[in-house]
């Protein structure tokens, strides 16, 4: 009875070493499976991360492929335009015609020695006595850098028949800040930041800026059930000051006019009484300027910059119409000569802008987006 009162005892005793010892097993196979798939886990994530970088290398060769490419089409645009028969050019919309001006070498070196004469100036205008247009301004490194450009033109007096070589000489946009500079042709627009009419309206338009910096300041400091008030008013000064700036946008637009060479009937005497008194119809119809040719008279056809333009005319890029080509051909225009030839060339510092590098002293034609839609009027019958 002993013996199997012993053998009744060491059963359960050998039986919990047993369940035991599949315990531990369990626990370590547990624990290999975590390690496993932890490791997998971990190599997963190498992979999804290593796929990420080579998606993310790849979009951006892709990428710097494209701009390769762009950059590319750029400059084959800058060298095309650049060429000396394309130096000025454009499509005519109502003669259906596209007229040219070519650079010539004898326009390249007036330009050359235009810009060495102004290296040696203090002063980009012989009529500044007050200092304000001095040259050094253009060569700064961080807003440096001027496109300017010669006309050649060939005038006859209303007493002989021999013609006369002149020059006339413009700047791209405006000269550090200044739009007009003694001895140089001209803006197209009539509404520039120095007229009356505009500063009026900034006024206007910067007052409506410091209240509504005013209101936001209160609201900040407001009780929240009144800061929805004040909230609305801002809303309300903002809408008024876009469409305020909108409007101020479409006037200097309408105050561009844009002469050509085309020309029209003669006019009697009666005729320019009529255009007198008509003087003040809106600039964006068609407006006429009256000049002595050869004791004959003609009209010169001035359109609005909307009018002429060739493409949306809704979408005109800003700058459109302030080169120095345009401004050439109207001042050669109005003042009845004909152009011969142009040159345009860089002046300041090399710099890289958006159609590529500029450097001084080098050639190029005008522009491809804001000077080729509306050069097509302004060459309309020069070659006459």
Known sequence: MQRCVVARRSCPSSSSAIIEKNKKNNNNNSRHRFRRSSTAVRNNDDNNNNNNNINENGRNQINL???ERANERRKQAVIELSKREEACKG???RCGKTHTLERTREAEEVAKALLEKLRKQKSVSDDDESGQFLVEDVYDQQTGGKM??????????????TSERKVLKAFSGQWMGEWVVPGWCPPLARLT????????????IENLSEEIKKLEKEASWSSPGSSGTAASAVTELKTKRKNMSRALLERI???????????????SESDDDDNSNNSNSSSRSSSSSSIDIKNNRRKLVELNIRECYYGDASKLPCGCGDCAAPKLLAECARKGWKPIAIAETWMGPNVKRGAGLREEGVFYGACLERCRPILGHMLCDAAL
Do not use: Q
């Open 91 to 93: 499509y005519c919309t």
């Open 65 to 67: 492929k494209a701009n």
């Open 148 to 161: 300017i450009g010669v006309l050649l033109c060939e005038t006859t007096t209303t007493t002989t028949t």
């Open 253 to 267: 637009w309408d105050s561009y006019s844009l002469p050509s060479f085309r020309k029209e009937r003669k006019m």
């Open 193 to 204: 930041h120095d007229s009356l009419e505009y500063i009026e309206e900034r006024e206007k």
